[in-house]
C-alpha cells in the first residue's frame, strides 16, 4: 500500500457528461501527476501539480483539467466525456516537486463512457 | 520511432529462473529511470530507480542502465509465480514521465 487513495473505484458515464475524480496523495507529498490507462497500454500523462499550480501537461485537450487544494489533495475533471475516455485514472504522488522523484500510485479509477 | 520500446511479450521463464526485462529509449537527455510491476486490474508498483550507468542491486530484482546505448533493463533473479505480471519501464523526458507499453511476464510452475 502507498498510502495514495482514489474515489471512486468504479464510474459509469454518459458521453456528454462531465466527471470529477479525486486524489489523496501520500503523507508528507506536495506534488501529485495524473496519468490515463487504456487497456493494454502504459499509462499517459496528463498534468502535474506541485504547491496547487500545475507543473506540466500531457497532450490532452483543455476538457481535461485539474486542482489541487491546500493539503496537496488533488481533483481531475473531465468535461464533454467521449467514448475514448474510457480508461483507467491513475493519481500519483511524489515528494518534492521534482521530475527526478520517485512517483508512487493510487489504486486508480476505472471510468467507463458509454 | 517510438519513445520507449518495449516487447509485449509474453516472456515466459520456469519458476526459479533468472527473467530479462529490456526496454529502449529514445532521449539521449533523460537522467531518470524507473521499473514498475503492474498485476492484472491493479496500479503500477514502483520496484525501482536508477539514475546512474551501471548496476543497481534491490533484493531479487537488478536494474541495468547503459545511458550511451539508450537501454535499460530489469533482471529478476529466482523467478517466482507471483512475479507474473506486466512490467513497465518509464523515464522523464520533457519534464514528465514517460511509460512503454509494458512487457507481460509469466513465471510457470
Known amino acids: 500500500e502507498t498510502g495514495v487513495t482514489q474515489s471512486p473505484t468504479h464510474l459509469i458515464k454518459t458521453r456528454g457528461q462531465q466527471v470529477t475524480l479525486r486524489c489523496s496523495s501520500q503523507s508528507g507529498h506536495n506534488t501529485v501527476s495524473w496519468y490515463q490507462q487504456a487497456l493494454g497500454q502504459g499509462p499517459q500523462f496528463i498534468f502535474q501539480y506541485y504547491r496547487e499550480e500545475e507543473n506540466g501537461r500531457g497532450n490532452f485537450p483543455p476538457r481535461f483539467s485539474g486542482l489541487q487544494f491546500p493539503n496537496y489533495s488533488s481533483e481531475l475533471n473531465v468535461n464533454a466525456l467521449e467514448l475514448d475516455d474510457s480508461a483507467l485514472y491513475l493519481c500519483?504522488?511524489?515528494?518534492?516537486?521534482?521530475?527526478?522523484?520517485?512517483?508512487?500510485f493510487g489504486p486508480g479509477t476505472r471510468l467507463t463512457v458509454t | 520511432q517510438k519513445e520507449v520500446e518495449q516487447n509485449s511479450g509474453p516472456l515466459s521463464v520456469p519458476e526459479g529462473a533468472i527473467a530479462s526485462l529490456n526496454c529502449t529509449y529514445s532521449?539521449?537527455?533523460?537522467?531518470?529511470f524507473f521499473w514498475y510491476r503492474q498485476y492484472s486490474g491493479k496500479s503500477p508498483e514502483l520496484i525501482m530507480s536508477?539514475?546512474?550507468?551501471g548496476d543497481k542491486e534491490d533484493g531479487r530484482f537488478t536494474a541495468q542502465l547503459n545511458k550511451a546505448s539508450q537501454y535499460v533493463s530489469l533482471l529478476i533473479r529466482d523467478s517466482q509465480p507471483s512475479d507474473s505480471a506486466t512490467y513497465l519501464c518509464a523515464f522523464i523526458q520533457w519534464n514528465m514521465l514517460t511509460f512503454g507499453g509494458g512487457t507481460r511476464l509469466m513465471v510457470k510452475p
Open positions: 536508477i539514475y546512474s550507468n
Open positions: 532521449d539521449r537527455v533523460s537522467q531518470s
Open positions: 500519483a504522488s511524489s515528494l518534492g516537486g521534482r521530475w527526478s522523484d520517485e512517483q508512487y
